[in-house]
């Protein structure tokens, strides 16, 4: 079983900076792909951005040019900084891990940008 626990989260003033950290314990088997969520309130979750094994990336466009997502994959940690934030970057991210048949969540973290 693999346990995703998510940091980094806050409250910031539009304009500002976050590095939100994800690291993944447990049973992991080879890693796909991980990857950022978010969910704002009344709305589906969505992708973020992305980070293949292989070192590829995808972003929502957006967040593309003010976002940079990476891993450490010694640490099974992956990072997503973003800056020039937004009050429409504010919601509930989550971090998600794809691995063979696993398709792992964390339990997210609050970001939130005041404008």
């Known amino acids: 079983q693999v346990q995703l626990v998510e940091s980094g989260g806050g409250l910031v003033q539009a304009g500002g900076s976050l590095r939100l950290s994800c690291v993944a314990s447990?049973?992991?088997?080879?890693?796909?792909?991980m990857g950022w969520y978010r969910q704002a309130p009344g709305k589906q979750r969505e992708l973020v951005a992305r980070?293949?094994?292989?070192?590829?990336?995808t972003y929502a466009g957006s967040v593309r040019g003010r976002s940079t997502i990476s891993r450490d994959s010694a640490k099974n940690t992956v990072y997503l900084e973003m800056n020039s934030l937004k009050p429409e970057d504010t919601g509930v991210y989550y971090c998600n891990l794809g691995a063979g048949t696993t398709n792992a969540w964390g339990q997210g973290t609050q970001v939130t940008v005041s404008s």
């Open positions: 447990g049973s992991i088997p080879s890693i796909n792909a």
């Open positions: 980070i293949f094994s292989g070192g590829m990336t």
